[in-house]
């Protein structure tokens, strides 16, 4: 019979477990305060210590491994946490080793990257993103974090909040893209949909904003780089969606591995203790990245780990994900008074915290249910809610002569590299997601939407990282003889996410040969692109009839595509991130600013003296906001409520949208303001709301925005944040490049 929990209080201010066979009796504990604070009054200064220290298990890797044998360090009762173990029984078993060893039998806290589903796979993150839809996204890591609690996990290190805009850094495929209001809304939809909106719950998990901060900006994109910018970039671009998680209410942040402007985010005094815990009054619990508080040695800003640990703690971080270096110094640093018992305190009660969040001083194994999880994981409903989502993340790029949706009765030449594959599709960060069974190709995706699949062909044609050309004439027979050919094209999961930057971001391998082949057949070509960051596709945009972004699109990814080719589902996705032309072009963004000589674009007839270069179009090749459909869209009377308006008052903006095609559809409206003259310079476009609307084949909607000054707010010249009087520019349309506009002023 499967061991129970009784949890005893004895007397006013001890506690204890004790584990019985038989049924459990839960005794209600004290409230938070005072019960944390009377275990604390019990512990030891090691075993505050201890609270502070994550280790890995022997599960999934997902950096360099400690080397230290993590059951000895449990039973050794100098663990708090543990990163990586999953399933009930695991967790269980784990959790049961912790208690009967430990002194105080406080439970474990298992964390693991639930980045975007636990075993139901969605969108990767910026897929999820192109639905500008954070309904989706809330739904996505609600369902996400129920799967994870059924299998014992408590914890995910999502969402990255990072504003990226760098395609050749790998993590882009993590996060919401380059826009601050963009990215704010999906932050605060993740943390809706982990934490729920009772922790102690058990289809809850603790969310964990990071990377803090600015980890999206390392230059040349290369992963774990230096960052340096002025405090005011900081505080207005990348500091927002920051703020925005811990308002809504996100118990767990996550440092970063980089520096800013000279100090690795890890010993960051300014970031996490004067304005995390500080200024935004942040009261969960700061974990590092992975090994990070090791890794200041490598910065050169600590001599060793003993220091490097000293000034994590006094920068205000609380949990050491992995390093050990909490565990084997931080007793010595404080003995030295290198570190304070506050501080220590401070870090172990911020732990035991959300411990009793969660409800495992009531039952530590609330999590650890193995009959929950098999009733739980991969539901029908979980799977339906996969395709869907999917569906909305697809963004169409180029639709020439309504090439799509394709017609049934077509001879059709499916070919690519990535046409039959299951394994990549689910993505990089896919948690446990099945990658070789449950997961749906296109080519599966398809042959279930089609049922009879004798006009179609399918083909691998080419590898995506090998130069043999043996599949290709095979290929290009089937090609030859369809009415269209649909190539399936994009990167292996691992070519994008952490780790994987990148200074090629072109289609790899022998795919752009092969599209080069099968466009000398003369057929119309589809592309579709599965992959985790933009790529640069000048060449197939000027010579494919159509393009498909999909992104990743997870477990049910190609059932998804399939229904968009045939026009089952019309696309709507828009994207959260500009494409380059080139690769020179990087980092590209919509809300740049002027230069004292801005260049106006082609029609430029003064052209030399400009900031732009003279081999491209200082343009992207695809903007930020953009995505087509199947049908057309008219917008007009746009119109303002005032060219003037006050401090006190709200500034209302409409305007009419029609569906003029013939297909139903939806279109995300986009609004977006610059502030012509400020104490400091300001963006060309900064996007401040959107709304997507559903409209039926010659159906009209009036949709409307208000702006008040909050929404004109940045850091001024002294570095306060506020919206100053003057003249501004609001624009309504379709993609960021929108010349929509209407003029007002704020005045006092």
């Known amino acids: 019979m499967r061991s129970k929990l009784i949890i005893l209080l004895l007397g006013v201010t001890f506690f204890g477990f004790s584990q019985k066979k038989g049924a459990v009796k839960t005794i209600k504990i004290k409230p938070k305060a005072e019960f944390v604070a009377d275990l604390m009054s019990k512990m030891t200064i090691e075993e505050k210590i201890y609270q502070t220290v994550q280790f890995t298990s022997d599960g999934t890797v997902t950096g360099p491994k400690s080397g230290d044998n993590f059951i000895t360090r449990i039973q050794q009762g100098k663990v708090g946490s543990i990163l990586n173990s999953t399933g009930a029984k695991e967790t269980r078993e784990i959790q049961r080793i912790n208690l009967e060893s430990s002194r105080l039998k406080i439970p474990l806290l298992f964390g693991h990257d639930v980045i975007h589903g636990y075993k139901t796979i969605f969108p990767i993150n910026l897929g999820m993103a192109s639905s500008w839809d954070p309904k989706v996204v809330e739904l996505a890591a609600r369902i996400a974090a129920t799967e994870a609690a059924s299998a014992g996990v408590h914890w995910t290190f999502a969402p990255m909040v990072d504003v990226a805009r760098d395609a050749r850094w790998g993590r882009v495929s993590e996060g919401s893209g380059e826009d601050s209001f963009l990215g704010t809304q999906m932050a605060i939809a993740n943390v809706k949909g982990f934490q729920g909106d009772d922790l102690s719950k058990n289809n809850t998990i603790l969310a964990c904003t990071k990377h803090f901060a600015a980890y999206g900006a390392a230059e040349a994109g290369r992963d774990y780089n230096t960052v340096d910018m002025s405090e005011r970039v900081l505080r207005d671009t990348y500091l927002p969606a920051f703020k925005a998680t811990v308002d809504a209410g996100v118990k767990t942040f996550m440092t970063s591995f980089n520096e800013i402007s000279g100090v690795p985010s890890t010993g960051n005094k300014f970031l996490i203790r004067n304005v995390l815990k500080g200024e935004w009054n942040f009261n969960g619990m700061v974990v590092t990245d992975y090994t990070s508080i090791n890794e200041m040695v490598a910065h050169g800003f600590a001599t060793d780990d003993k220091n490097a640990g000293e000034l994590a703690m006094n920068a205000g971080v609380d949990m050491d994900m992995v390093g050990g270096v909490y565990m084997n110094y931080l007793k010595q640093s404080y003995d030295e008074g290198k570190v304070t018992l506050a501080q220590i305190d401070d870090a172990c009660k911020r732990i035991l915290d959300v411990k009793y969040d969660l409800g495992l001083f009531e039952d530590p194994y609330r999590y650890s249910d193995e009959k929950r999880e098999k ?6 409903e979980f799977l339906d809610a996969s395709l869907e989502i999917a569906k909305k993340s697809l963004v169409l790029l180029k639709n020439n002569n309504k090439v799509l949706p394709l017609n049934e009765n077509q001879k059709i030449a499916f070919v690519g590299p990535l046409v039959s594959d299951e394994f990549n599709i689910i993505g990089s960060w896919a948690a446990l997601g099945d990658r070789t069974g449950l997961a749906t190709s296109v080519k599966e995706g398809v042959t279930n939407y ?93 010579n494919m009839d159509a393009i498909l972004e ?39 963004y919509y809300n740049h600013k002027n230069t004292g000589r801005p260049y106006l674009g082609l029609t430029d007839s003064e052209q030399k003296y400009k900031s732009r270069y003279t081999d491209v179009d200082n343009s992207p090749l695809y903007p ?19 060219h003037k308006i006050k401090f006190n008052e709200e500034l209302k903006v409409s305007v009419d949208v029609k569906n003029t095609g013939n297909y139903d559809g939806q279109e995300v409206v986009q609004l977006y303001i610059r502030d012509l003259v400020g104490s400091v310079t300001r963006p060309v476009k900064e996007l401040k709301g959107f709304e997507k609307v559903n409209l ?38 379709e993609n960021s490049n929108t010349d929509r506009k209407e003029y007002f002023e704020l005045v006092k």
């Open 375 to 380: 009733a739980t994981v991969y539901k029908p």
């Open 450 to 542: 089609l049922k009879n699949v004798s006009n179609v062909t399918f083909d691998q044609g080419v590898e995506i990282q090998s130069t043999k050309r043996d599949l290709m004439q095979k290929a290009l027979k089937n090609a030859k003889n369809a009415d269209v050919i649909v190539a399936v094209m994009g990167e292996k999961e691992n070519m994008t996410g952490e780790a994987a930057s990148q200074t090629n971001i072109d289609l790899p391998g022998l795919q752009k040969e092969f599209l080069v082949e099968l466009k000398k057949l003369g057929k119309p070509i589809v592309l579709v692109l599965l992959n985790g960051r933009p790529l640069t596709l000048t060449w197939e945009n000027e």
């Open 550 to 588: 999909a992104w990743w699109p997870g477990t049910r990814g190609g059932d998804a595509i399939a229904q968009t080719l045939f026009g089952a589902n019309n696309p709507n996705g828009k994207l959260p991130m500009s494409f380059p032309r080139n690769v020179g072009q990087l980092p590209i």
């Open 624 to 642: 930020f906001g953009f995505g087509l459909s199947y049908t057309t869209f008219e917008y007009s009377n746009f119109k303002i409520s005032s």
């Open 696 to 733: 039926k084949q010659g159906e009209t909607k009036t949709v409307s925005f208000e702006i008040s000054s909050e929404d004109l707010k940045f850091y001024n010249l002294e570095m306060k944040n506020v919206a100053e009087a003057g003249s501004f520019e609001v624009f309504v349309g």
